[in-house]
């Protein structure tokens, strides 16, 4: 016998996604998530970001790693409430695993919640976490290739922070065939240059990150 | 990767299916999968056989229907589909899109015996 389903199997992800996200927009918490390879720099983009926001917002951090608590311990001096989620070999975090972050969090005196998805450009752009909106971060020593090789996230993305520019001139990276590549499959998509490094960029960004706080608190 | 994440919520999909029919034994799972999905079949079979090892979904096969990426443009409402990842309206060259195909991920139908 077959049996009709038309069921979407990401259901169960989904609906605790928009629960999450119906939550935070009550609480009018800013929560973005960020994406990229291993070694992208998104630990350091923290970082610094942590710098910049210090006293300024009340932060908190959700770290994905599949294993160990390094980047964690990183960020462990700026002070913010962080909660570390191991996936176990598991290449993306899923709404169910931020859901229960979140009961870890003083909600009502969080401003911003940055979430640093597991190192791939692949999986974690296929999960809705609940999040505002998903930031892809790529490194110029990655290439060039990678939006037209890794298309979701650079579709899904509603910022792409290209870090590491400091080392543009010793690498093979196109910027021209990048960013014809990154308007063919997204126009909406801007791009920040940073170095984080150096802190080369970093402006941009925090300002971007403070418009979303406005638009969010009202 | 995020196969292995896919084949496991459509297990428990079906086990309900399978609680619900009454089910011995399930033949054939359906399913309709858009290409923005990043999708790679070789990999879902894989998943799909390891998980269902001793299983009722042991002999079960695994039958994917693929679906073009279906743009429409919020501009000038024009409808095309994409190709090469090239997100422009075909008529008014805009980027302001909106998505009408392509992210499917949905089980269709569940074959099997009572």
Redesign the interface.
């Known amino acids: 016998?077959?049996?009709?389903?038309?069921?979407?199997?990401?259901?169960?992800?989904q609906d605790k996604a928009n629960e999450i996200k119906d939550y935070l927009k009550e609480k009018k918490v800013l929560m973005v998530n960020l994406i990229g390879s291993p070694g992208a720099g998104k630990t350091t983009l923290l970082e610094k970001t942590l710098e910049h926001l210090k006293g300024k917002y009340s932060i908190a951090i959700i770290e994905g790693d599949v294993a160990t608590d390094r980047d964690a311990r990183r960020l462990q001096k700026y002070g913010c409430p962080i909660v570390l989620i191991n996936t176990d070999g598991?290449?993306?975090l899923?709404s169910i695993s931020i859901q229960n972050a979140l009961h870890e969090f003083d909600i009502d005196s969080v401003d911003i919640i940055f979430v640093e998805n597991v190192g791939?450009l692949?999986?974690p752009?296929?999960?809705d976490i609940g999040e505002f909106s998903k930031i892809a971060v790529l490194s110029v020593t990655e290439g060039d290739d990678k939006p037209?090789k890794?298309?979701?996230l650079f579709?899904e993305a509603k910022l792409l922070l290209l870090n590491k520019v400091d080392l543009m001139q010793f690498t093979d990276f196109d910027k021209e065939s990048f960013s014809k590549d990154v308007?063919?499959?997204?126009?909406?998509l801007p791009v920040i240059e940073l170095a984080c490094r150096n802190n080369e960029g970093i402006e941009p960004w925090i300002n971007w990150l403070e418009e979303q706080v406005t638009k969010i608190k009202g | 990767m995020h196969e292995f994440s896919v084949i496991q919520n459509i297990l428990d999909i079906v086990d309900d299916i399978i609680e619900e029919n009454g089910l011995k034994k399930v033949t054939k799972v359906k399913l309709l999968i858009g290409k923005m999905r990043q999708i790679v079949p070789e990999t879902m079979r894989f998943a799909f056989e390891a998980a269902t090892k001793d299983t009722p979904l042991e002999a079960a096969t695994l039958e994917m229907t693929f679906k073009p990426i279906h743009m429409k443009c919020k501009q000038c409402e024009k409808e095309f589909i994409v190709h090469e990842n090239c997100y422009f309206c075909e008529s008014c060259q805009s980027s302001d899109l909106s998505v009408i195909h392509g992210q499917e991920l949905i089980i269709e139908s569940v074959e099997g015996e009572e």
């Open positions: 016998m077959e049996i009709k389903v038309m069921k979407n199997i990401l259901n169960s992800n598991a290449c993306h899923e791939n692949v999986c752009a296929e999960f037209e890794y298309p979701l579709r308007q063919t499959l997204n126009g909406q």
